[in-house]
Protein backbone atom coordinates (compact mmCIF):
# COMPACT_ATOMS: atom_id res chain seq x y z
CA UNK A 1 0.00 0.00 0.00
CA UNK A 2 1.31 3.71 -0.99
CA UNK A 3 1.84 5.81 1.64
CA UNK A 4 3.15 9.29 1.82
CA UNK A 5 3.58 11.23 4.89
CA UNK A 6 4.14 14.99 5.37
CA UNK A 7 5.87 16.96 8.36
CA UNK A 8 7.36 20.12 9.14
CA UNK A 9 4.39 22.65 8.49
CA UNK A 10 4.04 24.85 11.11
CA UNK A 11 3.82 28.94 12.05
CA UNK A 12 6.50 31.00 10.85
CA UNK A 13 7.24 34.98 10.18
CA UNK A 14 7.23 36.21 6.92
CA UNK A 15 11.00 36.06 5.39
CA UNK A 16 11.35 32.99 7.29
CA UNK A 17 12.19 29.49 6.33
CA UNK A 18 10.44 25.69 6.70
CA UNK A 19 11.84 22.43 5.48
CA UNK A 20 8.92 19.90 4.54
CA UNK A 21 9.14 16.16 4.68
CA UNK A 22 7.55 13.90 2.78
CA UNK A 23 8.37 10.07 3.88
CA UNK A 24 7.19 7.45 1.17
CA UNK A 25 6.20 3.22 1.58
CA UNK A 26 4.78 0.99 -0.05
CA UNK A 27 6.65 1.72 -4.04
CA UNK A 28 10.29 1.60 -4.96
CA UNK A 29 11.05 5.50 -4.56
CA UNK A 30 13.79 6.22 -6.44
CA UNK A 31 11.41 4.76 -9.42
CA UNK A 32 9.28 7.83 -9.27
CA UNK A 33 8.99 11.58 -9.68
CA UNK A 34 7.54 13.00 -6.81
CA UNK A 35 5.91 16.41 -6.51
CA UNK A 36 4.32 19.01 -3.80
CA UNK A 37 1.07 20.44 -4.90
CA UNK A 38 -0.43 22.97 -1.98
CA UNK A 39 -3.73 24.78 -1.40
CA UNK A 40 -4.37 27.90 0.13
CA UNK A 41 -7.67 28.14 2.85
CA UNK A 42 -10.59 27.75 0.95
CA UNK A 43 -8.98 27.51 -2.53
CA UNK A 44 -8.13 25.32 -5.43
CA UNK A 45 -4.92 23.02 -5.97
CA UNK A 46 -1.45 24.64 -7.41
CA UNK A 47 1.15 22.33 -8.20
CA UNK A 48 4.52 23.74 -6.99
CA UNK A 49 7.60 21.55 -7.75
CA UNK A 50 8.59 18.24 -8.95
CA UNK A 51 11.84 16.41 -8.68
CA UNK A 52 12.24 13.54 -11.40
CA UNK A 53 12.74 9.83 -10.11
CA UNK A 54 16.57 9.17 -11.70
CA UNK A 55 17.43 11.64 -14.01
CA UNK A 56 18.21 14.54 -11.08
CA UNK A 57 15.99 17.53 -12.82
CA UNK A 58 13.60 19.74 -10.46
CA UNK A 59 10.74 21.86 -11.69
CA UNK A 60 9.36 24.77 -9.87
CA UNK A 61 6.36 26.96 -10.57
CA UNK A 62 6.56 30.49 -11.24
CA UNK A 63 5.02 31.56 -7.47
CA UNK A 64 7.52 30.14 -5.99
CA UNK A 65 10.92 29.57 -8.94
CA UNK A 66 13.83 31.27 -6.59
CA UNK A 67 13.24 30.52 -2.91
CA UNK A 68 11.84 27.48 -2.81
CA UNK A 69 14.24 23.99 -3.49
CA UNK A 70 13.43 20.28 -3.66
CA UNK A 71 15.05 17.71 -2.80
CA UNK A 72 14.77 13.76 -2.39
CA UNK A 73 16.94 11.28 -0.55
CA UNK A 74 16.85 7.90 -2.34
CA UNK A 75 18.19 5.91 0.35
CA UNK A 76 15.67 7.05 2.77
CA UNK A 77 13.00 7.28 0.80
CA UNK A 78 12.08 10.70 1.66
CA UNK A 79 10.98 13.71 -0.49
CA UNK A 80 11.67 17.65 0.70
CA UNK A 81 11.06 21.39 0.01
CA UNK A 82 13.11 23.96 1.85
CA UNK A 83 10.97 27.09 1.51
CA UNK A 84 12.71 30.46 1.98
CA UNK A 85 11.74 34.27 1.70
CA UNK A 86 7.99 32.99 3.00
CA UNK A 87 5.23 35.46 2.36
CA UNK A 88 1.64 35.41 3.14
CA UNK A 89 0.40 33.89 0.36
CA UNK A 90 2.25 30.76 0.75
CA UNK A 91 0.34 29.96 3.37
CA UNK A 92 -1.48 26.48 2.53
CA UNK A 93 -1.70 23.13 3.20
CA UNK A 94 1.37 21.22 1.12
CA UNK A 95 0.62 17.93 -0.41
CA UNK A 96 3.31 15.62 -0.96
CA UNK A 97 2.25 13.42 -4.46
CA UNK A 98 3.71 10.49 -6.59
CA UNK A 99 3.40 11.16 -10.15
CA UNK A 100 2.68 8.78 -13.23
CA UNK A 101 5.05 10.08 -15.90
CA UNK A 102 3.46 9.33 -19.91
CA UNK A 103 5.50 10.64 -23.00
CA UNK A 104 3.19 13.79 -23.17
CA UNK A 105 1.82 14.14 -19.27
CA UNK A 106 2.14 13.44 -15.80
CA UNK A 107 -0.25 13.19 -13.11
CA UNK A 108 -0.33 12.38 -9.46
CA UNK A 109 -1.77 8.77 -8.62
CA UNK A 110 -1.03 9.25 -4.50
CA UNK A 111 -1.46 12.28 -2.73
CA UNK A 112 -0.15 12.38 1.38
CA UNK A 113 -2.49 13.88 4.31
CA UNK A 114 -0.72 16.93 3.92
CA UNK A 115 0.83 19.40 6.25
CA UNK A 116 -0.17 22.94 7.48
CA UNK A 117 2.32 25.82 6.61
CA UNK A 118 0.58 29.42 8.08
CA UNK A 119 2.94 32.12 6.83
CA UNK A 120 2.26 35.29 9.38
CA UNK A 121 3.47 37.17 12.08
CA UNK B 1 0.32 31.37 -18.14
CA UNK B 2 -1.90 28.33 -19.44
CA UNK B 3 -5.23 27.50 -17.35
CA UNK B 4 -8.02 25.74 -17.28
CA UNK B 5 -11.58 26.93 -16.21
CA UNK B 6 -14.46 24.70 -14.61
CA UNK B 7 -17.60 26.67 -13.90
CA UNK B 8 -17.35 27.37 -9.67
CA UNK B 9 -20.74 25.33 -9.07
CA UNK B 10 -23.35 22.41 -10.09
CA UNK B 11 -25.89 21.21 -8.30
CA UNK B 12 -28.17 18.36 -9.01
CA UNK B 13 -30.46 15.78 -7.17
CA UNK B 14 -29.38 12.46 -5.78
CA UNK B 15 -29.69 10.08 -8.86
CA UNK B 16 -29.35 12.66 -11.85
CA UNK B 17 -26.38 13.13 -13.40
CA UNK B 18 -23.94 15.78 -12.89
CA UNK B 19 -21.75 16.84 -15.49
CA UNK B 20 -18.57 19.37 -14.86
CA UNK B 21 -16.81 20.94 -17.74
CA UNK B 22 -13.28 21.70 -18.19
CA UNK B 23 -11.85 23.96 -20.72
CA UNK B 24 -8.39 24.61 -21.80
CA UNK B 25 -6.34 25.29 -25.16
CA UNK B 26 -3.79 22.64 -24.50
CA UNK B 27 -6.55 19.41 -24.40
CA UNK B 28 -6.65 18.79 -27.58
CA UNK B 29 -2.76 17.90 -27.02
CA UNK B 30 -3.06 17.16 -23.39
CA UNK B 31 -4.59 14.20 -21.52
CA UNK B 32 -6.82 15.65 -18.74
CA UNK B 33 -7.21 13.80 -15.20
CA UNK B 34 -10.23 14.34 -12.83
CA UNK B 35 -9.64 14.83 -8.93
CA UNK B 36 -12.33 14.66 -6.15
CA UNK B 37 -11.57 16.33 -2.68
CA UNK B 38 -14.24 16.09 0.05
CA UNK B 39 -14.08 18.63 2.77
CA UNK B 40 -10.94 17.61 5.23
CA UNK B 41 -9.37 15.17 3.00
CA UNK B 42 -6.87 15.15 0.15
CA UNK B 43 -7.55 14.93 -3.06
CA UNK B 44 -8.52 11.21 -5.08
CA UNK B 45 -8.03 11.01 -8.61
CA UNK B 46 -11.14 9.42 -10.43
CA UNK B 47 -10.35 9.29 -14.00
CA UNK B 48 -6.75 10.02 -15.56
CA UNK B 49 -5.93 10.03 -19.18
CA UNK B 50 -9.38 11.76 -20.17
CA UNK B 51 -11.68 8.73 -19.79
CA UNK B 52 -10.02 5.94 -17.66
CA UNK B 53 -10.74 5.32 -14.15
CA UNK B 54 -8.57 4.32 -11.24
CA UNK B 55 -9.38 0.82 -9.55
CA UNK B 56 -11.74 1.05 -7.02
CA UNK B 57 -13.92 4.36 -8.21
CA UNK B 58 -17.68 3.41 -8.98
CA UNK B 59 -18.80 2.69 -12.98
CA UNK B 60 -21.05 6.20 -12.18
CA UNK B 61 -17.59 8.09 -13.02
CA UNK B 62 -16.73 8.59 -16.21
CA UNK B 63 -14.79 10.90 -18.47
CA UNK B 64 -14.59 12.56 -22.15
CA UNK B 65 -12.38 15.26 -24.22
CA UNK B 66 -13.46 16.99 -27.48
CA UNK B 67 -11.32 19.83 -28.57
CA UNK B 68 -10.49 21.98 -26.33
CA UNK B 69 -13.24 20.55 -23.57
CA UNK B 70 -13.16 17.76 -21.15
CA UNK B 71 -16.23 16.40 -19.16
CA UNK B 72 -16.18 14.60 -15.97
CA UNK B 73 -19.87 12.88 -15.73
CA UNK B 74 -21.31 11.27 -12.45
CA UNK B 75 -24.25 9.11 -13.53
CA UNK B 76 -26.74 8.85 -11.09
CA UNK B 77 -24.85 10.84 -8.51
CA UNK B 78 -25.29 10.08 -4.92
CA UNK B 79 -24.92 12.79 -1.54
CA UNK B 80 -21.41 10.74 -0.84
CA UNK B 81 -20.09 12.22 -4.10
CA UNK B 82 -20.85 15.70 -2.85
CA UNK B 83 -17.04 17.13 -2.90
CA UNK B 84 -14.56 19.67 -5.01
CA UNK B 85 -13.62 18.34 -8.15
CA UNK B 86 -10.42 19.61 -9.99
CA UNK B 87 -9.72 18.51 -13.63
CA UNK B 88 -5.62 18.78 -13.95
CA UNK B 89 -3.60 18.55 -17.17
CA UNK B 90 -0.37 19.92 -17.91
CA UNK B 91 1.01 22.57 -20.67
CA UNK B 92 1.81 22.55 -24.17
CA UNK B 93 5.39 24.74 -23.47
CA UNK B 94 7.40 21.42 -22.95
CA UNK B 95 8.23 22.37 -19.46
CA UNK B 96 7.34 19.98 -16.67
CA UNK B 97 4.71 21.96 -15.56
CA UNK B 98 0.88 20.80 -13.96
CA UNK B 99 -2.23 23.30 -14.03
CA UNK B 100 -5.39 22.80 -11.96
CA UNK B 101 -8.67 23.99 -12.65
CA UNK B 102 -10.00 26.36 -10.14
CA UNK B 103 -12.24 23.56 -8.53
CA UNK B 104 -16.09 22.93 -9.14
CA UNK B 105 -18.21 22.05 -5.89
CA UNK B 106 -20.77 19.54 -6.75
CA UNK B 107 -23.90 19.52 -4.64
CA UNK B 108 -26.01 16.45 -4.36
CA UNK B 109 -29.25 17.08 -2.41
Known amino acids: EVQLLESGGGLVQPGGSLRLSCAASGFTFSNYAMSWVRQAPGKGLEWVSA????????YYADSVKGRFTISRDNSKNTLYLQMNSLRAEDTAIYYC??????????????WGQGTLVTVSS | SYELTQPPSVSVSPGQTARITCSGDALPKKYAYWYQQKSGQAPVLVIY???KRPSGIPERFSGSSSGTMATLTISGAQVEDEADYYC????????????FGGGTKLTVL
Open chain 1, 51 to 58: FSGRGGST
Open chain 2, 88 to 99: YSTDSSGNHSGV
Open chain 1, 97 to 110: AKEQQLVRDFYFDY
Open chain 2, 49 to 51: EDS
